[in-house]
């Protein structure tokens, strides 16, 4: 008897194009004036980022992982990745001045590029490891890089929504607005100085791990 043919479109495999047919949106929604659109973008990237942990689980726990699983999962990701951190690049650098974004606050190029040059190219690293019958599985420096990494993008996106709301709510002369601007302004930096940090990091413990395979 033949074995059954395995589901394509499980749970997880239908989450996953759900996170890939909602990066247009959340790639448009910081363009549009207000500050709703803004944490309707950020609402939208938590639960994409929630389930992109769910659906793995679900894939492992209920033994539906699929090829078309295995494809569409980093392409989701990596497309999420530049529907937040484009945006985010354009608008620290272009409304810099009606953000009242510090210096320090604004993101260069380079960074954005960095950070997903370097999903990427563990992509195909993976693919190319797999292929000589290697799994690469995500080490602890990387899980932490993703933490980070969504920690930056989501209070980069609260940052636009809070600035967008000081004026219609009347709290520009607030003192708890210009702590609040300050503090979130600070955290914002930090988060990506160290995800950035674990980027590299990552990256290079994973060649020196998988160093080897160069070699045979």
């Known amino acids: 008897m033949t074995a059954p043919k395995p589901k394509t479109w499980t749970v997880p495999n239908i989450l996953t194009v759900a996170r890939i047919a909602i990066t247009p949106v959340v790639a448009s929604l910081p363009f549009i004036d207000g500050y709703w659109p803004k944490l309707l973008c950020f609402v939208i990237f938590i639960a994409a980022a929630v389930t992109d942990v769910i659906d793995g689980r679900i894939a492992r726990r209920s033994n539906q992982i699929t090829d078309l699983g295995k494809i ?26 009606l953000y009242d974004i510090p210096v320090w606050g604004s993101v260069p190029l380079w960074v954005c590029l960095l950070l997903i040059g370097r999903e990427i190219a563990m992509t195909v690293f993976r693919a190319w490891a797999q292929s000589r019958g290697v799994v690469i599985a995500a080490g602890h420096a990387g899980k932490m890089k993703a933490v980070l990494q969504n920690v930056f993008i989501g209070g980069t996106l609260t940052w636009f929504a809070f600035r967008d709301m000081v004026r219609p709510l009347g709290w520009e002369n607030s003192r708890f607005a210009q702590y609040w601007h300050q503090f979130h302004g600070g955290f914002v930096a930090a988060t990506l100085g160290i995800a950035l940090t674990l980027t590299i990091y990552s990256f290079v413990d994973y060649m020196v791990t998988y160093r080897k395979l160069f070699t045979t």
């Open 72 to 97: 569409l999962d980093p392409i989701a990701d990596k497309l999420l990745l530049l529907a937040t951190l484009g945006p985010i690049w354009w608008i620290t650098k272009e409304r810099q001045a």
